[in-house]
């Protein structure tokens, strides 16, 4: 390498060190606080670690009687798979029919499912609430999880994904008699994996930190989710911050072991979203 190169390759590198550890400050500070006293975090004297590590706030959480965190972690990570496993199978579904099946009025249905996205979804809540509370949902999981079964979104972006699938592998399976049904579950979902990680893990996190539908279905603490219950340790008369650090740093946990283990293939879904189709 020249001497310019080598410039350029230390300054990138110097780049890159400087964003990485620009983006693990807030999880720096999130940790630190967490294992900090209410006194340590307000100090006017800041330290880079605690004065005394505090690994009681675990405990002090998970024993809290008035925050069930614990049900509340349960409780998200049930609504968040389910959810995520229907929003995916009813957008692949819907975006391949849209994508591949001809029919006269694919456009006009495609351009509905895009015009709800231009709906604010409080807009929608009254009516939402109505139905599920006629249902007999409120303080339900069943209440959680419904609504959120379809996504516009998601509906959208498979089917781009969809239209830029090789028509090839398609005729391969029809060949060997396969229809729709067969094409889809057998052809096109294998060779579709990254594509179907990388919604499933936006779709997980999108339902992960839903705060305000949460709000106005789980009136019961028995239903909380974990962004409920987070909300719980700041109120207008109390801030209980050593807790509330601590629990959203439990509460990141499942999305950070989510990414970890789906990173390759968030990294080649994003790549083939299809948004340019």
């Known amino acids: 390498m020249t001497p310019a190169q080598r410039w350029g390759s230390a300054v990138r590198s110097l780049v890159l060190v400087l964003g990485a550890l620009l983006f693990l400050l807030p999880f720096y500070l999130l940790v630190r ?64 029919g849209l994508a591949r099946i001809p029919y006269r009025y694919a456009g006009v249905v495609l351009g509905a499912i895009v015009a709800t996205l231009l709906i604010p979804a409080a807009v ?35 089917r781009q994904y969809f239209s830029n699938f090789p028509r090839e592998l398609e005729e391969a399976g029809r060949i060997d008699g396969l229809g729709y049904p067969g094409v889809f579950f057998r052809v096109v979902v294998p060779n579709s994996a990254s594509f179907f990680a990388a919604i499933s893990t936006i779709t997980f996190i999108g339902s992960w930190n839903a705060f305000l539908w949460p709000l106005v279905i789980a009136q019961d603490s028995t239903s909380w989710t974990v962004q409920i219950a987070l909300s719980t340790f700041l109120t207008a008369q109390t801030i209980n911050l050593h807790e509330l650090f601590m629990a959203a740093a439990v509460s990141i946990l499942p999305l950070l072991a989510l990414f970890v283990l789906l990173q390759r293939f968030i990294v080649q879904g994003v790549e083939s979203t299809g948004i340019n189709g």
Do not use: K
């Open 124 to 158: 929608t809540f009254v009516p939402t609430f109505v139905m599920v509370s006629t249902l007999g949902w409120v303080s339900t999981l069943r209440g959680l999880i419904v609504p959120g079964l379809f996504q516009a979104l998601v509906v959208f972006l498979f």
């Open 33 to 96: 606080n967490a294992f900090s006293t209410n006194a340590d975090i307000t100090s006017p004297q800041w330290t880079f670690f605690p004065r005394t590590v505090q690994w009681a706030n675990v405990s002090e959480l998970f024993g809290d009687p008035a925050v069930p965190m614990a049900r509340s972690l349960v409780n998200s990570i049930v609504i968040s798979s389910v959810q995520t496993a229907g929003a995916v199978l009813v957008g692949a579904l819907a975006g391949y």
